[in-house]
């Protein structure tokens, strides 16, 4: 395809972070490289990795666009770099990707193909599957309770062929009109990781768009790749930054979440489950994520996402 052709069809900036990850994020661009659709310019955005993984990345990449943050400003923080990018590089879309994904190169094509056909679809994802296999479905929507003020992934098959609507989309793929983002904002930074993508759902949303699935787009998931412990050894995989941003962001999501659309019991019932992870913690003698998690509560109550300001969870990891 010459330049005059590809220069006619929509472009896309896809945006990967890295931190301390070298294998993951060399395995995706690899696979980002062969992607079939022409347009797009792949985003490596290093979150201020210590392992020397970025420059090592930049070096081995030249012809994908580095940028660098010089310390980690978690999920919002590194996608927003990239989104900033995109936004002063008027991008017609732009695709958020975890680095610990796995696709073929129809996938994107098929994405934007569909939310180039349906306008009034403000952001799309694909169908996503764990790459282990031990739950083949990871994520295929999004359900929000407004009675309990919860969210919940889809992890069964909704449709195998035909695209559909979803309460919210996850951030490990989540591709959106760049005019879309100039009206609502980028990635809140109080939340810094986890939620993040929900309460982005939510203000598309807001502005009159619809969110959906297109199961033809697949991907596979090796989930939270930077955030679980290497071994399974401390009570699970999450670490005691998981629980506390996990626990802290509930909170924030309920304050961004316009109260009409959240019964008066959403409140007392999350901070009755934040309680019971507390007393799990304590007689289970997790003395290190118990403390996270009565961080994480605290802090829920006393922050809004409107701060834009990240936390700083490093007396956590």
Known sequence: MNEAAIASIPSVA????????????????????????????????????TDGSGQRLRAEYPDVVFLENDRNLGFTGGNNRGIEYALAKEFRYVFLLNNDTYFQPSFLGILVDYLEANPRVGAVQPLIFESNGERPVWHAGGIFNSLTGGTKSIKRMVEKDKPYASDWLTGCAFLIRTELVWKIGPLRNAY????????????????????HIVPKAILHHEVSASTKSKVRQKEGYLSPAAHYLNVRNQFLLLKSKPK??????????????????????????????????????????????DSNTPPDISCYL
Request: hydrophobic share 45%.
């Open 260 to 305: 009409d659309l959240i019964t008066g019991i959403a409140w007392p019932y999350q901070v009755s489950k934040a309680l019971a992870v507390l007393i799990y913690f304590s007689v289970r003698f997790r003395f290190k994520k118990l403390k996270a998690a009565a961080d994480g509560l605290r802090d829920g109550l006393a922050h809004h996402p």
């Open 14 to 49: 896809l945006i990967v972070v890295n931190w301390n990850t070298y294998g993951y994020t060399k395995s995706c661009l690899d696979q980002a490289a062969r992607l079939a659709y022409p347009h797009r310019e792949v985003v490596l955005v290093d979150n201020g990795s």
């Open 192 to 211: 810094f990781a986890y939620f993040e993508d929900v309460d982005w759902s939510f203000r598309v949303m807001h502005a009159g768009y619809s969110l």
